[in-house]
């Protein structure tokens, strides 16, 4: 890990100002959904929506016409939305791949007598191998930040939900870098084109797509210059990265480095790259207390009850799973003593997606970030750091915190967590079968 010998440090971020009063933290899924609707249809100058998937289900259907409403309403509003090229293209996994989210896009574009351009960004020629997982929509000068994308249960529209962060951040100077991000980087761009019209094969724009991460990996937020932030000041920065070693992995490295005494983190997925591994070893030594809040197996997205036809893809909560379990038993001694406790989120049938680190009470990290090897090396990813020396956030962070604990339950030994022989059957086997040959180690780099 060469790339940890020589880190940037925290201080030559692109720092911007903030008020205290124009960062707004909200806890309901559901709340999210209502202000992002409220801001479309109040939207005077642009809106800027870029998600993995605006999905065809009821809650997509209500931001896509209400971006149609407002361009009604408005002619002169810049209305553009940005979605992963490769997954708009197929169907969700398990279902009928016939009728995609970009069929859908072309449909209500043939019958709406309006200009909404629909962007698919194809961040590698296969969606395995990497996709837009750009976060971040900008209306007018406010930015609403959340690893949320639009479908049902991301946006608690009928009876479940996807648990999320999510924030409101009112700053001409952030809205303009991150809108300006977007059109410099896709909306010309030879390998990024239009879904809500006929659109090339992947195939056949290989070499483009090529050039285009190429493009991105040497890409980054330039917000136009402004005086210098006071380091007592509460500031933001927008950070993008895309690859390994990249500007976003190495401040995740940092701001866990940076801690003193407290780390709060937060991931979906328990599969942490080896060098978060390292930077949490190294905080645990020199005694830092570590809170670290994970999905339960049956919270994650991917889950599918024993009782429900077996597919492959359902193996995974129980390979993250089997990741905590090792991670627990290696950390024990630290879990016993409780500097380290980790939190297992479950609610219902509900399922869990946050991400994101507290760094005492200084550092506050909002990111689509999965904090696993995928993000670190193959996604799109971006994250907005807060500075907040003062505390001027911290009754916000406290408040989310509670929020975010309230449905976990703590771990007091790895043994609490199933073992693998007392899995299912046939994702037993499976997982043997593939710790036999070793590939598990290989998806934990994919996954």
């Known amino acids: 890990m060469a790339f940890l010998l020589n ?32 801001a479309i249809a109040a939207a005077t100058r642009r809106v800027y ?34 979605v992963d090229w490769h997954r708009a293209q197929r169907g969700r996994i398990g279902e009928d791949q016939s009728h995609c989210n970009a069929s859908w896009y072309r449909e209500e574009a043939a019958r709406r007598d309006l200009d909404i351009p629909i962007y698919g960004v194809p961040v590698q ?17 406010t930015v609403f930040y959340s690893g949320a994308s639009l479908n049902n249960v991301y ?62 990996v040497h890409s980054q937020y330039r917000p136009a210059a402004s005086p210098p932030v006071s380091a007592e000041q509460l500031a933001i920065a927008p950070i993008v990265g895309i690859g390994k070693g990249n500007r976003l992995n190495r401040t995740i490295l940092d701001i866990i480095a940076s801690a003193d005494s407290k780390l709060f983190i937060c991931t979906p997925y328990f599969n942490f790259p080896r060098a978060v591994v ?17 999905g339960d197996k049956t919270a994650n997205d ?13 193996a995974l909560p129980y390979l993250y799973e089997m990741n905590l379990r090792r991670f627990a038993k290696r950390q024990r001694q630290y879990v016993s003593r409780q500097q380290l406790r980790i939190h297992l989120w479950k609610d219902g049938d509900n399922t869990y997606h946050l991400k994101g680190i507290w760094s005492d009470a200084r550092y506050i990290l909002l990111t689509g970030n999965n904090l696993n090897p995928r993000a670190f090396r193959l996604d799109l990813e971006n994250a907005l750091l807060l500075r907040d ?5 911290r009754a916000q962070g406290e408040a989310e915190q509670r929020s975010i604990l309230r449905h976990t339950t703590p771990l007091a030994h790895y043994r609490q967590l199933e073992d693998v022989k ?26």
């Open 7 to 38: 880190r940037p440090t925290l201080t030559r971020l692109p720092w911007l100002p903030l008020p205290p009063q124009d960062f707004t933290t909200l806890l309901q899924t559901s709340d999210f959904r209502l202000r992002l609707l409220e």
């Open 49 to 82: 929506l870029c998600a993995l998937y605006l999905e065809n289900e009821e809650a997509g259907r209500e931001i896509l016409d209400a971006l149609y409403q407002a361009k009604q309403r408005w002619p002169e509003l810049d209305v553009r939305v940005m």
């Open 125 to 141: 020629t296969r969606e395995l191998f990497g996709v837009l997982h750009l976060k971040g929509f900008v209306i007018d000068d």
């Open 155 to 216: 946006l608690h529209k009928l009876d479940k939900y996807r648990f999320d962060r999510y924030h409101l951040i009112r700053s001409t100077q952030l809205a303009d870098a991150m809108a300006d991000f977007m059109a410099e980087q896709f909306f010309n761009d030879p390998a990024v084109f239009r879904l809500d019209k006929p659109a090339p094969s992947t195939r056949s724009i290989r070499k483009e797509i090529r050039q285009f991460r190429d493009k991105l």
């Open 278 to 294: 390292l930077e949490i070893n190294r905080a645990l030594r020199r005694g830092v207390e570590i809170d670290i809040v994970v």
């Open 302 to 314: 991917f889950y599918i009850p024993p009782e429900q036809p077996f597919r492959v893809i359902g």
């Open 389 to 393: 020396p003062q505390g001027a956030l």
């Open 422 to 447: 007392h899995y299912p059957e046939q994702i037993k086997k499976l997982l043997t079968r593939l710790s036999r040959v070793r590939i598990d180690r290989m998806l934990n780099l994919m996954l």
